[in-house]
């Protein structure tokens, strides 16, 4: 089964809140797992990612969180602002392509 | 270091025709891949270059197909356009293929089928 699916399709969170995004997988073939930020006609940019190897890897406001055993991993943005407003996707690699989560759109209110 | 550029921007098709998009690689990156992103189906994988040879596909009609150059600038063509084509075209460029390296996004290509 190569589905990623991510939840929750939509996410509104106060100024300075924290959010998370959670993704799932079944195939344990996969070796990578990134995730992209995308703001309206601009294309997907790398925010941060993880191998499955790590259990957590932190690049200063985003964590990604790994659960092997458990098939899951989430991002969390601490300290929200206004600026990170946009739709997020999880993926996961498989034999070099990469396999997308439906996508979060994120609305942080000021 | 310049990021990954597509051409054209935005494109508006007649059901029949035929495209075709060009992507150029960040300077050193050697693979390129293309997605497909639509509202319903979201980003999905139609195919990798390396190398001027295609490493993997996606689960796309033949009438979708690509090619890559000498120089890592990539093509991609659909033939016979079908109003469901009417998408967001990601080209993504790696440095390398195969695992361990990261993709990186260009702006892609509105293609708007009527």
């Known amino acids: 089964q190569q589905q990623v699916k991510q939840s929750p399709q939509s996410l509104i969170v106060q100024k300075g809140g924290i959010s998370i995004i959670n993704c799932a997988y079944e195939?344990?073939?996969?070796?990578?797992f990134p995730w992209y930020q995308q703001f309206p006609g601009k294309g997907p940019a790398l925010l941060i990612a993880?191998?499955?190897?790590?259990s957590e890897k932190k690049e200063g406001r985003f964590t990604i969180s790994f659960n092997k055993s458990a098939k899951q991993f989430s991002l969390h943005i601490m300290d929200s602002q206004p600026g990170d407003s946009a739709t997020y996707f999880c993926?996961?690699?498989?034999?070099?392509?990469?396999?997308f989560g439906q996508g979060t759109t994120l609305q942080v209110k000021p | 270091k310049a990021g990954v550029t597509q051409t054209p921007r935005y494109l508006i098709k007649t059901r029949g025709q035929q495209v075709t998009l060009s992507c150029s690689p960040i300077?050193?990156?050697?693979?390129v891949s293309w997605y497909q992103q639509t509202p319903g189906q979201g980003l999905q994988f139609l195919f990798e270059?390396?190398?001027?040879?295609?490493?993997n596909k996606g689960n796309f009609p033949g009438r979708f197909s690509g090619r890559q150059f000498s120089n890592s600038r990539s093509e991609m063509n659909v033939s016979t356009l079908e109003l469901g084509d009417s998408a967001l075209y990601l080209c993504?460029?790696?440095?390398?293929?195969?695992?361990?390296?990261?993709?990186?996004f260009g702006p892609g290509t509105r293609l708007t089928v009527t």
């Open positions: 270059y390396f190398s001027e040879t295609q490493r």
């Open positions: 993926a996961a690699r498989y034999t070099g392509k990469l396999i």
């Open positions: 993880i191998r499955p190897d790590v």
């Open positions: 195939n344990t073939a996969f070796d990578y």
């Open positions: 300077s050193g990156h050697r693979s």
């Open positions: 993504a460029s790696s440095l390398d293929a195969g695992q361990g390296y990261e993709q990186y």
